[in-house]
């Protein structure tokens, strides 16, 4: 984070290239000439001159906070804090003036008063601490007023977390990132107390409060106040002693310091804090989880996870969700797979790696020699890297002759990936997260942004509290970001198409559409508008259920929006018509003038962390990695040639074909990885009962999963922690993952089982590391011509499509859409009904998502500690007026059935759904949700249509307790204020500005 900086609620860092381009102004320091970017924090142009001001309570990613007053400098002869002091052409600054050494001190030394330097057994001492950096640059040996511990205890109550009142120098950093960077609005400082503190929801206990530990107060937190509970005892060489033992030495500093001053102490400590560095080791990684691509530094020592540390993710900087920051547990955890299982009758064996693959070759080679190459599936996974699917899709299409090969995608993305195809030429976001921070007016459909992608929904949320971005939401299912939202609707389920191609048409009858663009840049005008006539208002009225005047209203403030970021999920693509609907939204986005110009476009939002690589790099049964055809005679034969082998040049199978070719007797034979496909696609009984009819299954995991009991091998695959490679995240952004642990037990990358099970059927790859594959895929993918390791090294990020010479395209579409002409295409469309919809007998409409805490079916979170006693249970939750009508009250135990099966499960009774409908998390400890899924699909990508589930409710005659436990985030009461509000620290009655009287301080 160092040399990065932000002005006020702007995301440039200071030291980029856009930012250097900016200087503009010159400054006078200490007699020095300096370039300065006029406007900017001064602390921003004193730091990039190499100025050594001390700055506590400032962070460069949030801004002046202004509540230490260390960094007090004299500007035309008078003392100002030189991070709130915005720098102008010409300023005369003093940092090294007496007085403003003097103020310095003065107010480091209140600092001081409220934290106890016990450095050497401190778990933050890692050399990065603020406080301890501080005191030893200052070179402070005594302190002017003595430590003065708070009337409070620590705070332990969180699981992943802890605050210690005695050691918080209420610097309010954690107030800033908590009020204004993550927005969750729980922190604030009890300015008015006698002894002011940071306080949850205005003085709870951490646990039960609004607190959803993102960790972001503890990324910023300048010394150890707040500190992950995994650092507690374990970063230090004398840290793990006992709590009194701790006591001594802590009350031996305190005896020492008067005698030997600072110096000698901070030198100790100084040196034990090196020594940590021979055994703490620092590996940037990708987070496994979602598709925002959250990058960090995860701090080992041993197989221990000290703590990620979030600072210079391109998607992310200093955010995480609570499943980047803490959610790691699993990598660990007693159910590993560590060893090849092999079936027999209707247990497993452990067996040797050289066993399996002799046994795998020698099945999945009989089928092939027996019923073709086309009787075997390849099923991949978006957990895994691009690496990995390339190879996958190699081994189906190379060695073993089919293009039966897909991925998870098939479950979520694919709709509005059709949906763009169509309209706007690649299946990928328009821009970058940046864009949709930037843009006027976000538009959210179908996604419940801030619980499945929690980080980015924190730039929305910013821009909406801070920058006047307006904010209109579409969803069944009332969540935060729709209590946020300036527009909140609430279409009948299935019907997003027909408001979304009513409001089109009201904005070109009305002559609101932006015919300038659309004259230049789009294609079929008058045949799209033509099929927009049946969508008039009041036909979207009587569909959606929404009102005319609503309608319009949304239908107007989307015109007159300078710039719109459209964002949606699975609420859009898991219906029956998931890429119409996604094509609508791109129809309306291309009506308005909103692509080719940041802070506009396209966002369908990946769901797992490598959803859109996984495509990307080929495994799809239509395309070869860049999304180039199977079927074009030119491009299969540029592959038949670097890989020495005839390819098919028939689409293959999707995932959902798959399973119906099973069922048909087609497909005799599966391989696949990091993907339970039992629970995660739909109608889990019919997916169950196909895969027992296989004739030879490979299973590859970290755990046994529910579709491993389906396996006749099941293969122990590591997590992301334990391999290299690369995940491309919902922006198109390719960035690189290092191995953090080694592979647990005999577990080993997924891209080398796939080579080791490619040899096992008689290839002869030798790839040596992910880089030779990566490598191989830039050298034939047009789309990755530029893409190298190099490039992407540490940090280093590329958005595709990149050129050969490494240039990237962060906004998607510049120059033109990509079509042989250049031009987009309007899309015509009609509306059909949802599959199936509620009836007499299911009279109830079953909706599923994601939870925060929970990573999809949850295989990964409930084996996290901290997040299985957050959240241990499934529910349902149920509207108010249903409980009201059905005498439900919240712990109830239901049975809920739909056309395919049945679920017991306990009801929550919550406003968050409305009527009729009704809705459970995706994770569970047991059976999934799933198991009531139909069997019904998206008409044109197969995608299931999910969230399209009648079903029936029978009550049972037993009350248990509240499924969520009082120390869920969700019990929580936010108290948003505008940042940590330090004008009621000034106003304190015993608060001077140092420097306003005479002070008097040796400085040493
Ligand atoms: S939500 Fe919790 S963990 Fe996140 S910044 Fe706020 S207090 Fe910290
Ligand atoms: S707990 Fe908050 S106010 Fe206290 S030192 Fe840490 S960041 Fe500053
Ligand atoms: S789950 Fe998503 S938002 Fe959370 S840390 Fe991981 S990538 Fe970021
Ligand atoms: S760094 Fe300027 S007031 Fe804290």
Not at 113 to 140: I, R
Not at 557 to 580: K, N, P, R
Not at 654 to 683: P, Q, T
Not at 766 to 787: C, I, K, Q, R
Request: aromatic fraction near 8%.
């Amino acid at each position: 984070m160092d040399g990065i900086t932000v002005a006020p609620h702007s995301l440039a860092p200071v030291g980029s290239p856009e930012q250097a381009a900016q200087l503009n102004c010159s400054i006078t320091v200490d007699g020095r000439q300096a370039m300065a970017i006029a406007g900017e924090p001064l602390v921003d142009a004193l730091n990039r001159s190499g100025i050594e001001v001390p700055q506590v309570c400032y962070h460069p990613r949030l801004g002046p906070i202004q509540t230490c007053d260390t960094c007090m400098v004299k500007v035309g002869g008078k003392l100002v804090r030189a991070c709130g002091t915005k720098t102008a052409d010409g300023m005369v600054v003093e940092s090294e003036a007496a007085e403003a050494r003097a103020a310095q001190r003065e107010a480091f030394d209140r600092i001081l008063k409220n934290h106890l330097l016990y450095c050497t057994v401190c778990d933050n001492s890692n050399g990065n601490c603020t406080v301890h950096n501080t005191t030893a640059k200052m070179k402070v040996e005594h302190q002017k007023y003595p430590y003065t511990p708070k009337p409070y205890e620590k705070d332990m109550s969180n699981p992943f977390y802890r605050y210690d009142p005695d050691q918080c120098i209420l610097c309010g950093r954690c107030v800033e990132a908590c009020q204004n960077v993550q927005v969750n609005e729980t922190l604030s400082i009890g300015w008015e107390m006698d002894h002011p503190r940071v306080l949850w929801d205005g003085g709870q206990q951490i646990a039960g409060s609004s607190c959803v530990s993102c960790g972001h107060c503890i990324t910023v937190c300048p010394c150890n106040a707040l500190m992950e509970k995994s650092m507690l005892g374990e970063a230090g060489y004398l840290t793990h002693l006992p709590a009194e033992g701790l006591e001594k030495m802590i009350d031996l500093v305190k005896e020492l310091e008067p005698e030997t001053g600072y110096g000698p102490i901070m030198m100790v400590s100084e040196t034990e804090a090196a020594m940590r560095e021979v055994r703490v080791k620092r590996t940037k990684t990708v987070c496994t989880y979602c598709g925002v691509g959250c990058s960090f530094d995860v701090w080992t020592k041993d197989r221990h996870i000290l703590k990620v540390e979030p600072g210079e993710g391109a998607a992310n900087n200093i955010s995480t969700c609570v499943k980047g920051k803490f959610g790691w547990d699993y990598v660990n955890h007693e159910d590993r797979l560590q060893q090849p299982l092999i079936r027999e009758g209707d247990a497993f064996r452990p067996a040797s790696w050289e066993e399996a693959l002799a046994l795998i070759g020698k099945r999945l080679g009989g089928i092939k020699a027996e019923h073709g190459p086309d009787a075997l599936g390849f099923i991949s996974s978006s957990k895994c890297t691009n690496e990995e699917n390339y190879l996958m899709q190699k081994l189906a299409r190379a060695v073993v002759g089919t293009n039966n090969v897909d991925n998870c995608s098939r479950y979520c993305q694919s709709p509005a990936t059709q949906g763009l195809f169509r309209t706007v030429g690649y299946g990928g976001d328009s821009g970058s997260i940046s864009d949709i921070a930037s843009a006027a007016m976000v538009v959210v459909i179908g996604s419940n942004t801030t619980e499945s992608h929690p980080v980015l929904s924190t730039r929305v949320k910013r821009a909406h509290k801070l920058n006047g971005q307006k904010l209109i939401v579409a969803d069944l299912r009332r969540h935060e970001m729709a209590d946020r939202a300036d527009i909140f609707i609430q279409p009948s389920p299935g019907t997003d198409l027909v408001w979304l191609s009513a409001v089109t048409k009201y904005i070109f009858d009305n002559g609101l559409a932006k015919m300038d663009f659309i004259e230049r840049w789009v294609n079929k005008v008058e045949e799209y508008r033509k099929s927009l006539e049946p969508f008039t208002m009041e036909y979207a009225a009587k569909i959606t259920g929404l009102s005319v005047e609503t309608l319009t209203r949304v239908a107007e403030e989307i015109a007159a929006a300078e710039s719109v970021c459209i964002l949606w999920a699975m609420g859009v693509t898991q219906h029956c018509g998931g890429s119409d609907t996604s094509t609508a939204i791109s129809n309306l986005l291309l009506a308005t003038g909103n692509y080719m110009r940041t802070g506009t476009g396209a966002y369908p939002l990946r769901g797992h962390n490598n959803v859109q690589g996984a495509s990307d790099f080929g495994c799809m049964p239509i395309y070869f990695p860049g999304y180039e055809k199977v079927t074009d005679d030119e491009v299969r034969h540029r592959y038949e040639q670097a890989w020495g082998v005839k390819l098919s040049s028939s689409k293959g199978l999707d995932n959902h074909e798959m399973v119906r070719a099973i069922e048909d007797g087609k497909l005799k034979g599966i391989y696949l990885f990091g993907e339970d496909m039992f629970s995660a696609d739909s109608n889990a009984n019919y997916v169950g009962a196909q895969f027992a009819k296989l004739d030879f299954f490979v299973v590859q995991d970290i755990f046994f999963s529910e579709t491993c009991r389906y396996a006749d091998v099941v293969l122990p695959a590591s997590p992301s922690l334990e391999k290299e490679g690369t995940f491309v995240n919902t922006e198109r952004r390719i960035q690189r993952l290092y191995e953090v642990l080694e592979p647990l037990g005999e577990s080993r990358p997924d891209w080398r089982i796939v080579q080791d099970i490619a040899n096992s059927l008689g290839a002869k790859w030798n790839y040596t590391h992910p880089a030779d594959v990566m490598h191989e895929a830039a050298s034939l993918a047009p789309m990755f011509a530029g893409v190298t390791y190099d490039r992407l090294a540490g940090y280093k990020t590329l958005q595709w499509p990149v050129a050969i010479d490494g240039t990237d395209q962060p906004l998607l579409y510049t120059e033109k859409f990509n079509f042989p002409d250049g031009k987009a295409n309007f899309y015509p469309l009609e509306w059909i009904a949802p599959c199936e919809e509620i009836d007499q007998e299911y009279d109830i409409h079953l909706n599923n998502g994601r939870l925060l805490e929970h990573f999809h079916e949850g295989n990964m979170t409930y084996r996290v500690k901290g997040i299985h006693e957050e959240t241990p249970n499934r529910f349902l939750e149920v509207s108010p007026e249903l409980a009201e009508e059905r005498n439900l009250q919240t712990g109830q135990w239901v049975d809920v059935t739909s056309r395919y099966g049945e679920l017991r499960v306990q009801v929550l009774v919550t406003d968050r759904v409305k009527g009729k409908q009704v809705f459970i998390p995706l994770n569970s400890p047991e059976k999934p949700v799933n198991l009531l899924t139909s069997h019904f699909t998206d008409r044109v990508t197969h995608t299931p249509a999910y969230k399209e589930t009648p079903v029936h409710m029978k009550i049972l005659p037993w009350k248990g307790e509240n499924p969520l436990p009082g120390i869920n985030f969700r019990n929580g009461h936010p108290t948003p204020q505008r940042g940590v509000e330090v004008e009621r620290k000034w106003a304190r009655k015993d608060y001077r500005l140092p420097g306003d009287e005479l002070v008097q301080i040796k400085t040493q």
